[in-house]
């Protein structure tokens, strides 16, 4: 079965803006996963703006996501690895948090939003992604660290991709096994005189 949207969907049924969305979302994860080159991108990503039907849309991620894969639907879903994705509880809004002469900490169940925002200035903050449920495939963590340190733990299977410029500090990322299919947590922002450690779960298998 070909993978879409909402493969419980007849091809000639109408999308809307929610179904281009979760496709964009699929391209994108697909790109930072380097699936697709930036020009295959770009193409596939104004034909899902462009399409009007579930069968405009079907073509444009068959190559990307396994057939036998059902689960990538509107609703939640179990990827490839151990990430949790709701879409329906997107929001378009960002997460903003602040650890000023302080800490914040987020871990246990939450949701992750497409968009997270934290300024850390002289603390420490930490996110702990391992029992959240994501907002969508792709996840922006735009961060200003200035001496302190931001750490961010990552389900099993979830990609990583570091964007971030550090000046007399450092970002590391660690123990990061992407799977197909699984989330992508770009890190972008500032670091200046502190750190910012990203890593995957702790395993025995990975770990001896």
Known sequence: MTVSPDPR????????DADRGIVADLLSAAYAEGRLTRDEH????????A??????????????????????????????GSAQIDRT????????SFAI????????????????????????AEFDLRDATFESDVVEMNLFCAFGGVDITVPEGV??????????????????????????VVLKGLVLFGGVDAKGPRTKKRDR
């Open 9 to 16: 969907q007849p091809g000639h049924m109408r999308v809307g």
């Open 42 to 49: 770009g193409t596939r990503l104004e034909q899902a703006m």
């Open 89 to 96: 509880a997107g929001s378009s809004e960002a997460d903003t």
């Open 101 to 124: 002469f302080g800490g914040v900490e987020r871990k246990g169940p939450w949701h992750v939003r497409r968009h997270v925002s934290n300024i850390t200035l002289f603390g420490g």
């Open 159 to 184: 990609n990583v991709r570091n964007e971030t410029v550090a000046i007399f500090g450092g970002t590391s990322v660690s123990r990061v096994h992407p799977v197909p299919g699984a989330p992508t």
């Open 51 to 80: 399409a009007r039907t579930f069968d405009d849309l079907r073509g444009l991620t068959a190559d990307l996501v396994p057939a036998t894969n059902t689960g990538r639907t509107i609703g939640a879903f179990s990827s490839s």
